[in-house]
């Protein structure tokens, strides 16, 4: 299949609205990095039938109708694998001041598209055992305590993927460096509700991790 062209198995069912958020949280993808860790554009890479970045795009529209995939570094080559998904695509041509800077032009933009929004999940493209259900789960705890941030939680502390009530997007637009928002779970630490979640602890920095991935997978 070509990665940009839906599959019968890719079909988008719209965000469930029984789903606590459906309408009002939106959802951020970060696919701005350079990957040079990796040496090449990771998140184009295939796994069961479709690229990275397009993988995760299909999960935050299976919980959100409000999507934004962030891109930069290779958006050339990233852009066209989502092109025909209903999310909006937002370059950040200021990718390099890192990964904080592209949690704020895609909460900006997340503002300018759904200016209604009441949260935003915050979503990294290279997580690739996190899919809709690990999000949905994210949903019911924030259904659950709205005024607190969301966050999963392995490898001894909170990370991505995160919900962040919209009370803390200024905060988020004044994140620098490339620290991400961690920096944000670690100040505000006793206002997060931590949901247990080791998948997210499986992401793709090097050629040998995406090996492990494909051979984890039987691929």
Not at 121 to 146: F, K, M, N, S, T
Not at 184 to 200: F, G, K, N, T, Y
């Amino acid at each position: 299949m070509n990665g940009g062209e839906m599959s019968s198995a890719e079909r988008i069912e719209p965000a469930n609205p029984a789903l606590p958020g459906a309408d009002k949280i939106g959802a951020i993808v970060l696919a701005a990095g350079a990957a040079t860790r990796y040496g090449a554009p990771k998140l184009a890479l295939p796994l069961a039938g479709a690229p990275l970045v397009r993988r995760m795009a299909l999960a935050a529209l299976a919980v959100s109708r409000h999507v934004v995939v962030v891109t930069g570094a290779h958006c050339e080559e990233i852009e066209p694998l989502i092109a025909d998904l209903p999310v909006t695509r937002a370059y950040n041509p200021d990718w390099v001041l890192g990964m904080s800077h592209s949690i704020a032009h895609g909460v900006v933009r997340l503002c300018a598209i759904a200016p209604d929004v009441s949260g935003a999940l915050v979503l990294l493209a290279d997580q690739v055992q996190v899919g809709a259900p690990e999000l949905r789960r994210l949903l019911l705890d924030h259904a659950a305590e709205p005024r607190a941030i969301v966050a999963a939680h392995y490898g001894g502390e909170a990370g991505a993927p995160c919900l962040f009530p919209r009370s803390y997007f200024d905060k988020l637009m004044q994140l620098q460096g490339a620290r991400g928002a961690r920096t944000i779970l670690r100040r505000h630490a006793d206002s997060v509700r931590a949901v247990e979640m080791p998948q997210a602890a499986v992401d793709i920095d090097t050629p040998a991790d995406y090996a492990k991935v494909l051979a984890a997978d039987g691929l």
